[in-house]
């Protein structure tokens, strides 16, 4: 496992002194980025092969954020490759509550065209600077997400509630270096749209294609369960989703 060590900075918590999620995927990407260019095989050197790993897909579990000034470490390692898609874990342990997981994560890559962002096959070279470990041992869901129907009712026999709340347009600030938005952003988007009594302990994400400069970014909330899970789907103008991200309620 590759790790890095930090403090929770003030930057880094909400109003209740806790580290937000956006923060949390943050030192996860980063965490990725440094191991890999460490090996030699960051993002620089993926740019001059004209290559680049796009996320496809998060699962992530919170079990206790850590809170201000808090010492955490964050750890990755990748558990496989298969076709054109390489599997890696993410965990943070918090050396206040006696270094147990704060948050646990699987993430779903594919390698990509750095011009055509058309999926590349895994050959053995892309995979050799990676030590593969075995998977953490949590529950996997799909990496596809399904949005309930409207017109359906959840497991408590309750009708889905859906809503729409004000578009976004994307400026430079949400863009990465592949000029789209970054995959952090989407889940920040979207979790700006929950009410303020939905206290996240899970979140899924899954992205179906880049927002870029200019786009306008059509949010739309559908409730289930009890308004235990909220799916956002983040749309183009024409309703077709960027991305779609499912939170579950902390009970």
Known sequence: MYTLQSRVRYSEVTKDLNMDLYSILNYFQDCYNFQ???LGVGVEYLMGCG???LLSAWQVTLIEPPRLFDRITVGTWPYAFKGMYGYRNFILYNESSGHKPSAIANSIWFLADIKTK???????EDAAPYVLEPAYPMEYAPRKITVPEKSKMDNFGNSIFSCSPAPVTVTKMLLDTNCHVNNGQ???IAQSCLPDSFKVCGMRAEYRRAALLGDVICPSLTFSDNRAHCFVSLNDTCGHPYAVVEFTAAV
């Open 36 to 38: 890999s260019a460490d």
């Open 186 to 188: 989407y889940v920040r």
């Open 118 to 124: 058309k999926p590349l096959r895994i050959t053995p």
């Open 51 to 53: 290559r680049v790993w």
